[in-house]
């Protein structure tokens, strides 16, 4: 919502950088509607565009000769026409005995972003990412500090889902195949400056097959520094995924560095938008602080984390600090961090601490860098 006194337009954080080369057109860029469309634009009949989402969706197959329904002549022409390949692996590292896995993808104009995807005994998750870097500048994030190169299509970022969920069928995980069960937003980039793309693979990850991939929206994360005009926009959009608000401190002050955007929407704003979200969706939201030393682990801002907290339908997920190249931060001592775990806990607000997993090949929160010189 613009104010009077507010000079800069919103809608900037929702500005296209320029794209260098056009990335070529894919189902997942549309609904399934506009599939069909798709399909007749291309002069074929309108259900083609419904056996090919099956295909890719359903069946996960990215092998034409595999597509009995289409004429065989033309399923080459009809891989390259719906499902063009828009991202190459170049590299995978793994960590956890194989449990971890990071990928590195080439986009077609040759940008890199990341992905991880790590097997737990109950669920697999890929974490992925919305833009290639970032924009918000957050100094503790290995994302920002090389800036956004641009944002990924709504096909870019069903790719990657698509990819781990490829990985997990295939068996390639220890412990034999398994299916894809939820996937967070929490890789490179700030979805929420990229929304009608992020909003678009959201729909490709939850609506039931064929149309999607039939993952549950309650089993999706979506996080964000705090735009509170996205989450404004998610709100109104009736798909009760789970939303992750990158608070990192409870006071003006510090967030303002911590999380510059903060200098456009401050921690009261944000979080009455995240309570909107709750309220209208029934699903509580999570707090997202990294617990970084002697900047923002004191007991006064656990108190004031508390006080503002304990009457909200959210949990906090304490994050220990991930290290970065260049950055002079580290992680709270442990026991500051479990003396803030206490606090917390102490005003009745669910809190827990997040594994740091894939944090030894730079594949944990805020270490992915893209670079094709990383490990
Ligand atoms: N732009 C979105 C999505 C990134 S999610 C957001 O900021 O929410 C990645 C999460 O990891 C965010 O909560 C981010 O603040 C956090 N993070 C970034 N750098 C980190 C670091 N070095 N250590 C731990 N968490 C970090």
């Not at 894919?26 to 419904?50: I, Q, V, Y």
């Not at 990215?62 to 390949?85: C, L, N, V, Y």
Request: include cysteine; aromatic fraction near 6%; charge should be neutral.
């Amino acid at each position: 919502m613009s104010r009077p006194d507010e000079p800069t337009p919103i809608n900037l954080v929702f500005d296209e950088p320029p794209q260098r080369k056009k990335i070529p057109k894919h189902l997942a860029d549309f609904s399934p509607e506009g599939r069909r469309e798709f399909a007749k634009e291309l002069g074929l009949p309108a259900f083609r565009a419904g056996q090919m989402a099956n295909h890719y969706f359903t069946h996960l197959s990215p092998d034409p000769q595999s597509w009995s329904d289409i004429p065989a002549e033309m399923r080459e022409s009809f891989a390259e026409k719906f499902t063009p390949s828009l991202i190459t692996l170049v590299r995978s590292v793994t960590c956890d005995n194989g449990m971890t896995r990071k990928d590195l993808w080439k986009l077609h104009d040759g940008v890199l972003v990341e992905s991880v995807l790590m097997r737990y005994t109950d669920r697999t998750t890929v974490c992925i990412s919305s833009q290639a870097g970032c924009g918000m500048d957050c100094p503790f994030c290995a994302t920002g500090q090389a800036g956004l190169t641009r944002n990924l299509s709504a096909a870019e970022i069903t790719e990657q889902i698509v990819a781990a969920a490829r990985t997990c069928a295939s068996g390639e995980l220890p412990g034999g195949p398994t299916r894809l069960s939820n996937v967070v937003f929490m890789g490179m980039g700030e979805p929420m400056a990229n929304y009608n793309a992020v909003m678009r693979s959201l729909r490709n990850i939850t609506d039931p097959t064929p149309d999607g991939l039939g993952i549950s929206a309650r089993s999706v994360t979506l996080s964000t520094v705090g735009l509170v005009n996205g989450i404004e926009k998610l709100t109104a959009e009736g798909l009760p995924v789970t939303l992750a608000v990158s608070l990192h401190t409870p006071d003006d002050e510090l967030r303002d560095t911590l999380v510059p955007i903060n200098s456009r929407w401050k921690v009261k704003e944000v979080l009455l938008a995240a309570d909107a979200y709750a309220e209208k969706t029934g699903r509580r939201y999570s707090i997202e602080y990294a617990l970084i030393r002697d900047i923002n682990d004191q007991t006064w801002r656990a108190d004031l984390l508390g006080r503002l907290l304990k009457n909200r339908n959210a949990h906090v997920n304490l994050i220990p600090l991930n290290p970065t190249p260049g950055s002079k931060w580290t992680a709270s001592r442990k026991e500051d961090e479990a003396e803030f775990l206490r606090i917390l806990e102490s005003y009745g607000v669910a809190t827990t601490v997040r594994d740091t997993r894939g944090r030894e090949i730079d594949g944990a929160c805020g270490q992915l860098a893209a670079a094709e010189s990383s490990k």
